[in-house]
């Protein structure tokens, strides 16, 4: 078998590379109206591109915001049948002046792309178009490939919980296969077996009725930035406890044993200090750096504003001041109830000189993969396939909100078989993905599908 994909591979290289090229050379940026038809010229392409690969039918799905593409290709419906997820949309590219070159205009530097969405997801999800093109021109597909591939990840998938809850039979399937998040290196594999949830809101503090002069009224009246920054630095304690009563409450510690096993992935602080430039970390007294960003919930301001920001100075006692809050979550924290708690504790803490609105914006419900499970087990053997060494099993930081509802409305496990780098500067400027986790990944995926019908 592995011969025959790998001639198959290596024969189509360049081919596959500049495809997933002209993909990354469309601005998909979800967040934005100005791209609405960019979006669709991308879902058309990747309609295209799933046909190409030996898809038996591929349909776009028009939603309230951005449409979905579903395709499938059906061998034997006795078989197994892995869904395999991914989302083609990607996050704004600003600041622009950050990148080195353009953010659509793809550029390999010492064998990385550099583009928006080369890792985060569109050449994450392009390996698992290839891998299909593979199965089908080597005739080895043994199994069914469903794919479920959305444009909305990014601005928290409003629209597919609609509709995977509407297309259950459509969607049906033994277990869901996602290439959107990290390993450690391609010298050390690992494999996420869970990702945070996430509760965000935005907060708007009003003072007085109307920007004033602060020579004029300052010192008399409230200013609500001063406040605004108050509340928000009376969140975390001296120990970086996020300082709200309830917060931990659902919160399942990890076990001895779990953290036990984390502490044995390889890290190094130095190198991680050095790559983000800072001369300290920061976090929750009692745990380590990868406990912070795993097994931890967390509560990070995503951006603060009010009164004058422009060129020059202006003295404004401002009227408004706004912030955007985030908190990561771990099971079993339930994603409404920590929105709700964050703005009723806003709302409660703030003084009477000024009012506080708070809205919610989208957020998500954390997942755990049990490594029992055989999509598990399937993702393990995969990699053990291509890297001669079994992957560690870590937790993942990020979120992907669509997981739990997979699994609860198709009653399958999710596995998370990410081949990016959290060096490739997802969502920041110079976003990037290495050449060799692109075609690791590729030549990867087809042992899953083999091993997962075996199972
Ligand atoms: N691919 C990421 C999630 C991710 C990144 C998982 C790294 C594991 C490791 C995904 O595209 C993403 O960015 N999700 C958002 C959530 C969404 C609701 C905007 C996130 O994590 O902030
Ligand atoms: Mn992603
Ligand atoms: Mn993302």
């Known amino acids: 078998m592995q011969q025959i994909w790998k001639e198959y591979q290596e024969k189509n290289k360049n081919k596959f590379l500049n495809e997933l090229l002209d993909l990354l050379r469309i601005p998909s940026v979800s967040a934005k109206s100005e791209h609405k038809a960019d979006m669709l010229t991308c879902a058309e392409a990747i309609k295209q591109r799933l046909l190409e690969a030996g898809a038996d039918t591929v349909e776009i799905y028009p939603t309230d915001g951005h449409p979905i593409v579903y395709g499938e290709k059906i061998t034997d419906a006795t078989k197994p049948t892995v869904l395999v997820y991914g989302h083609y949309d990607v996050q704004p590219a600003e600041p622009l002046d950050l990148w080195n070159s353009g953010p659509f205009d793809p550029t390999i530097i010492d064998g990385k792309i550099f583009a928006r969405g080369s890792c985060d997801d569109k050449g994450q999800m392009y390996m698992h178009i290839k891998a299909l093109e593979t199965l089908v021109q080597t005739n080895t597909l043994t199994n069914n490939i469903k794919f479920c591939i959305e444009g909305e990840e990014e601005v928290g998938s409003p629209n597919l919980g609609k509709f995977v809850t509407s297309h259950k039979e459509l969607l049906k399937a033994d277990c869901v296969l996602i290439s959107d998040s990290a390993m450690i290196s391609l010298d050390t594999p690992s494999l996420d077996i869970g990702l945070r949830g996430l509760s965000y809101i935005e907060v708007e503090v009003t003072g007085p009725n109307r920007d004033l002069h ?131 504790h806003l709302k409660k803490i703030a003084p009477a000189c000024v009012t506080v609105k708070a809205t919610l914006h989208h957020g998500g419900e954390p997942y755990i993969t049990p490594i029992e499970s055989n999509a598990y087990k399937a993702a393990a053997k995969a990699i053990e396939a291509t890297f001669n060494k079994q992957p560690i099993p870590v937790r993942g930081g990020g979120s992907i909100p669509i997981c739990s509802l997979f699994e609860k409305e198709l009653g399958t496990k999710v596995v998370l078989m990410g081949f990016g780098l959290d060096s490739d500067n997802l969502h920041s400027p110079n976003e990037k993905f290495d050449l060799a986790n692109f075609y690791k990944g590729i030549e990867t995926i087809p042992y899953f599908h083999q091993f997962f019908a075996e199972m």
């Open 214 to 344: 602060s020579g004029v009224y300052g010192g008399a009246v409230a200013n609500p930035i001063t406040i605004l920054a108050k509340m928000i630095a009376s969140l975390h304690d001296e120990n970086n406890h996020i300082n709200i009563p309830g917060f931990y409450d659902d919160v399942i510690n990890a076990t001895t044993e779990e953290r036990a096993l984390m502490a044995k992935a390889p890290f190094n602080e130095e190198e991680y200090k050095t790559d983000l430039a800072v001369k300290e970390l920061w976090g929750e007294k009692g745990f380590s750096t990868i406990e912070r960003t795993g097994i931890r919930p967390t509560l990070e301001l995503n951006g603060i504003w009010g009164g004058y920001t422009g060129e020059g100075a202006k003295t404004v006692l401002p009227s408004k001041a706004y912030a955007k809050i985030s908190a990561r979550l771990v099971p079993n924290q339930n994603s409404d109830k920590i929105a709700d708690l964050l703005i009723n």
